[in-house]
């Protein structure tokens, strides 16, 4: 049975929700990886996250891995690049693709607090050439070790936690509601009308 505190909080989490934000995954191979960066999503309030998955199967996300933040998460599924990142540029996002090799903008030199789609690519090969044909820029994170790159997930967790110190300073996260955010909160009261796992 729902209870006066959980209405509260679904209501408190979606107030907070940046629906202007979205994350793409590019045949992210680990489940593990994709797991661990829905649940940072989750925990930085991103809007969406797009599942594209061209040559790989759709991950088997991880309950305990990824919090449980799965049915709490916006999740669109693609088979396309064009039809990804038609998708997101329909919703207003500019797209930046996470890129190690070539020119590419460093992410503490962008403007997070604008519409934007971050894509993280595959653990070997990067984001996926028609991505990196379609997106509106790339970024990377500069590096000062001997690796080349962070992990996936991690580097999730880098380029989010920027973009949450930017839009927190520009008080992006102000509490804020919309008819999306009640259509999503009416589904959350059904669904855990009935019960369900913790948050």
């Not at 006066?4 to 934000?21: A, H, I, K, M, P």
């Not at 996300?61 to 669109?76: A, E, L, M, N, Q």
């Not at 996936?152 to 102000?174: D, K």
């Not at 008819?179 to 009261?189: G, S, V």
Request: net charge neutral; with cysteine.
């Amino acid at each position: 049975m729902l209870t006066g505190e959980r209405r509260r909080r679904f209501r408190s989490v979606l107030e907070r929700r940046q629906q202007d934000v979205e994350v793409v995954l590019d045949n992210i191979h680990d489940s593990h990886n994709a797991s661990a960066i829905l649940r940072t999503c989750d925990g930085f309030g991103i809007g969406a996250v797009n599942l594209l998955y061209t040559d790989h199967p759709f991950p088997q996300i991880s309950k305990g891995v990824s919090g449980y933040t799965r049915k709490w998460t916006i999740i669109h599924h693609f088979t396309e690049a064009a039809a990804c990142i038609n998708a997101v540029h329909q919703r207003g996002c500019q797209i930046y693709a996470t890129h190690l090799d070539g020119p590419a903008r460093s992410y503490l030199d962008v403007d997070w607090t604008r519409p934007v789609a971050l894509v993280f690519g595959n653990e070997h090969r990067g984001c996926s050439a028609p991505i990196l044909d379609l997106a509106d820029e790339r970024i990377r994170i500069p590096m000062q070790g001997m690796a080349q790159s962070f992990n996936v997930s991690v580097a999730a967790g880098i380029i989010l936690a920027e973009l949450h110190r930017q839009r927190m300073e520009r008080g992006r996260y102000a509490p804020s509601w919309s008819d999306e955010k009640e259509q999503i909160y009416q589904a959350w009261l059904r669904r855990d009308g009935g019960g369900c796992e913790e948050a």
